[in-house]
C-alpha cells in the first residue's frame, strides 16, 4: 500500500515536497510518479530505478523536479520547484512492476497511491 502526501496551494515559482511511504518493501522496484489534471489523462512525471542512482523524467519537468527514495523508509520523494500553473493536478505515487528506472508508462507499475493534489496559482 502507498501513501502520498505533501500537496498543497503554492503560487507560481513555488516549490513542494511530495512524499510517497510504502507499507511493504520498495527495494528491488522502481518507483515513479504520476499526474492527472481535470479533464485530462494521466501523465508520467518522473521514475527512479531500485537502487536509486538512475532516474527518468518527463520533459515537461526536466531540470525542475527531483525523484529520490529512501529504501530504508520504503519512501520516495517528489522535490518539485519552480511550479508552474500547469503542474496544478492530482500526483499519484506507484510501485514499479520490475528494477528499471526507465519506465513511463502506468502499465509498468504494479500499484498505486491513493493521490495528493497540488494547486498552483498564476
Known amino acids: 500500500q502507498l501513501q502520498a502526501s505533501g500537496g498543497g496551494f503554492v503560487q507560481a515559482g513555488g516549490s513542494l515536497r511530495l512524499s510517497c511511504a510504502a507499507s511493504?518493501?520498495?527495494?528491488?522496484?522502481?518507483m515513479g510518479w504520476f499526474r492527472q489534471a481535470p479533464e485530462k489523462e494521466r501523465e508520467f512525471v518522473a521514475s527512479i530505478g531500485w537502487s536509486g542512482y538512475l532516474t527518468y523524467y518527463a520533459h515537461s519537468v526536466k531540470g525542475r523536479f527531483t525523484i529520490s527514495r529512501d529504501n530504508a523508509k520504503n519512501t520516495v520523494y517528489l522535490q518539485m520547484n519552480s511550479l508552474k500553473p500547469e503542474d496544478t493536478a492530482v500526483y499519484y505515487c506507484a510501485l514499479g512492476a520490475g528494477g528499471g528506472a526507465e519506465r513511463s508508462s502506468p502499465y509498468e507499475y504494479d500499484s498505486w497511491g491513493q493521490g495528493t493534489l497540488v494547486t498552483v496559482s498564476s
Open positions: 511493504g518493501r520498495t527495494f528491488g522496484h522502481a
